[in-house]
């Protein structure tokens, strides 16, 4: 039976695939092809294998034909289903930073980790059993690694800030870089205002504000015209974005500074982000309302809060 796949092609050999997880339109991954040599950029979960493999069907691309499975990094919705995928492809290797590889060879830490922040019932129903990846497919991909992708280099930086375990993948053909969470995450429901919203995914356990400065000021200098973003697709006004992003890591962090003495942070900087993002939408006429932004943003905001928490109480 054909598995139906929502997907836009993008140009530069590169193809936007929603995964559907949660609700469409919030976790992308990517297929990239040059000559018939094909790669997947983050995965989505486990359930969106036979999505993938339809993808190439439709694409006339043997499953022989991927070479590559790239998640930027070992968060479940961008590497979730790297394990099964892999066993769907007979020639991948598996491209992962040097802090994610073990993770994927056993995940058993990684899903025990994933469990304590979603809880048993929305773990299992998201998520499902992780499938390791044999140790000999999995190549670690450190600072710098430049990938011979069939004729187009990919280069890949290191690039920590929402997790140690992240890179970001720049390509020359698209001028575009492949950016995971590290450039935060943008909804298309919620940029219909003047002015983009974009907001740093804090989620728990490796925030690192200052880091994530860096990271974004060292990326920029390769001046990308567009980013692929996991959460959600593609855009082009980057540079606008990156300061919007920058000022809200720098907001998020005076909130979490400001509720760290008090009984319970984690409810309150929830409230005062979710407070935060609402504020900035109504101002910009985002044409949706209250209740439906909050709907739109509840999951994020509440991974935001845990995240801000954990990094009050570990940094
Ligand atoms: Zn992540």
Same mark, same amino acid.
Request: net charge neutral.
């Given at each position: 039976m054909e598995v139906e796949v929502k997907y836009s092609s993008i140009g530069f050999g590169?193809?936007?695939?929603?995964?559907? #997880?949660?609700?469409?339109?919030?976790? @992308?991954?990517? $297929? +990239?092809?040059?000559? !018939?040599?094909?790669?997947? /950029? =983050?995965?989505?979960?486990?359930?969106?294998?036979?999505?993938?493999?339809?993808?190439?069907?439709?694409?006339?691309?043997?499953?022989?034909?991927?070479?590559?499975?790239?998640?930027?990094?070992?968060?479940?919705?961008?590497?979730?289903?790297?394990?099964? #995928?892999?066993?769907?492809?007979?020639? @991948?290797?598996? $491209? +992962?930073?040097?802090? !994610?590889?073990?993770?994927? /060879? =056993?995940?058993?830490?990684?899903?025990?980790?994933?469990?304590?922040?979603y809880g048993e019932k929305l773990y299992k129903k998201i998520f499902g059993e992780l499938v390791p990846v044999p140790p000999h497919r999995v190549v670690e991909v450190s600072d710098g690694y430049e990938l011979d992708f069939n004729g187009r280099t990919l280069t890949f930086f290191d690039t920590p800030g929402h997790a140690r375990h992240h890179y970001c993948i720049y390509d020359p053909l698209s001028k575009g870089l492949f950016t995971g969470d590290t450039f935060g995450a943008s909804y298309g429901e919620l940029n219909r205002g003047r002015t983009p919203f974009i907001f740093p995914p804090t989620t728990p356990v490796q925030f690192d504000p200052i880091a994530w400065k860096s990271t974004l000021e060292r990326l920029m200098t390769l001046q990308p015209q567009r980013i692929f973003v996991t959460h959600f697709g593609m855009h082009e006004n980057v540079e606008m974005l990156t300061k919007l992003l920058e000022q809200s890591i720098e907001e998020y962090v005076a909130i979490a500074e400001d509720l760290k003495d008090t009984e319970n942070p984690a409810a309150k900087i929830r409230d005062a982000i979710m407070g935060l993002s609402l504020n900035i939408l109504l101002d910009s006429d985002c044409g949706i309302g209250s209740d439906q932004i909050k709907s739109l943003l509840h999951m994020d905001m509440e991974l935001n809060a845990q995240g801000l928490a954990h990094w009050l109480a570990t940094r």
């Open positions: 590169i193809t936007c695939i929603d995964t559907q #997880l949660h609700r469409p339109n919030m976790v @992308a991954c990517y $297929l +990239i092809e040059q000559d !018939g040599v094909a790669g997947f /950029i =983050d995965t989505g979960v486990g359930n969106n294998v036979p999505m993938l493999m339809s993808l190439l069907k439709k694409k006339g691309l043997a499953p022989e034909s991927v070479a590559y499975v790239m998640p930027t990094h070992v968060h479940l919705d961008h590497a979730g289903g790297a394990g099964r #995928l892999m066993q769907e492809l007979p020639n @991948a290797n598996l $491209l +992962i930073h040097p802090r !994610g590889a073990r993770h994927m /060879i =056993d995940p058993s830490r990684l899903q025990a980790g994933s469990l304590a922040v």
